[in-house]
């Protein structure tokens, strides 16, 4: 489970306090996925970033009682001078698990080739967002949390290998994705959240929730 707890999150933008989350509370149940729709600006990837334990809250309190992942795209514990090969034995060790499984799961699903020894300093946004997704999937979580859908890269091969297990993960685990467009919601999530002006409108159905954003952000 995933709990906020009364949580509040503003930042001073030097002209003004912007509220993200103003005395929130909800909870994320193993097994029941979450979409979340909120508009540019609002603080999408700070609230998952809160859910990871990356940023913490002003006030309020968020329980962890399982194992949750890091942001998709998130590389803040990867090294850039090192190849991928040596980030995905190191960070395996680190979870706890198997170096010899994660670095070939994390080969085969990010067809890098002869890059996948070469310094992750030299890839491309694309390689790297490849890297990210095979690495979360690599890794046992109980909750995966994704910020805008699926990774920006134009390799269909890994879109299609990536898409597909990341469906079947849904069967044993659970996802958290915040996104501004309800259709990138659609295929991995049935209840849904709206985010707007610091509070959290949660709805049993993605329907009702797309009721609420776009009457909101469309007028």
Known sequence: MLEFDNVSKSYWTGTRRKVILDRVSFRVDVGRSLGILAPNGTGKTTLINMMAGLEKPDEGE????????????????????????????????????????????????????????????????????????????????????IDEGMPSTTDVEFNRKAGSILKERLRTTTIVMVSHQPATLEKFVRSAAVL?????????????AKQLYDYETQG
């Open 196 to 208: 707007l002006n610091g509070k959290l409108h949660m709805f049993d159905t993605l329907e009702e």
């Open 62 to 145: 968020v329980r962890r009682n399982c194992k949750i992942s890091f942001p998709l795209g998130f590389m803040g514990g990867v090294v850039s001078r090192v190849s991928a090969m040596e980030n995905c034995r190191y960070i395996a060790k680190l979870y706890s698990m198997d170096p010899d499984y994660v670095e070939a799961y994390c080969r085969w699903l990010c067809g890098l080739g002869e890059y996948f020894d070469q310094p992750i300093g030299t890839y491309s946004a694309g390689m790297r967002a490849r890297f990210s997704f095979a690495l979360m999937l690599a890794l046992d979580f109980d909750i995966y949390l």
